[in-house]
Nanobody, 121 residues
Framework: QVQLVESGGGSVQAGDSLRLSCAASGLVFSNYALGWFRQAPGQEREFVATITWNGGNTYYAEFVKGRFTIYRDNAKNTVYLQMNGLKPEDTAVYSC??????????????WGQGTQVTVSS
């Protein structure tokens, strides 16, 4: 059974940093691209970042470029999202997913439950 478990969310002030982690099990981790998506209340889920199977390529949504960094440790079956310079509009549930290195959620096969990030001004 494939499981993706996110952690690291929380409530912070604008300008603070958080590092999200997503630990995977039940799959050959290095065979998959890993992505982060987020969903704010009343809004559609949106792409944040993705990383290819070996970490060689990363892609970001425009609104997080220069602030967020995605990276992975295949030895630990874990993908991370380092978030710096957080803004109130970054408030959302952040979920990781395993699949293809795409900007659309339809390219991902497995999903975690998500972790809440709340940024106050």
């Amino acid at each position: 059974q494939v499981q993706l478990v996110e952690s690291g969310g929380g409530s912070v002030q604008a300008g603070d940093s958080l590092r999200l982690s997503c630990a995977a099990s039940g799959l050959v981790f290095s065979n998959y691209a890993l992505g982060w998506f987020r969903q704010a209340p009343g809004q559609e889920r949106e792409f944040v970042a993705t990383i290819t199977w070996n970490g060689g390529n990363t892609y970001y949504a425009e609104f997080v470029k220069g602030r967020f960094t995605i990276y992975r440790d295949n030895a630990k079956n874990t993908v991370y999202l380092q978030m710096n310079g957080l803004k109130p509009e970054d408030t959302a549930v952040y979920s990781c997913a395993a699949g293809l290195p795409l900007r659309t959620d339809t390219g991902y096969y497995y999903w975690g439950q998500g972790t809440q990030v709340t940024v106050s001004s």
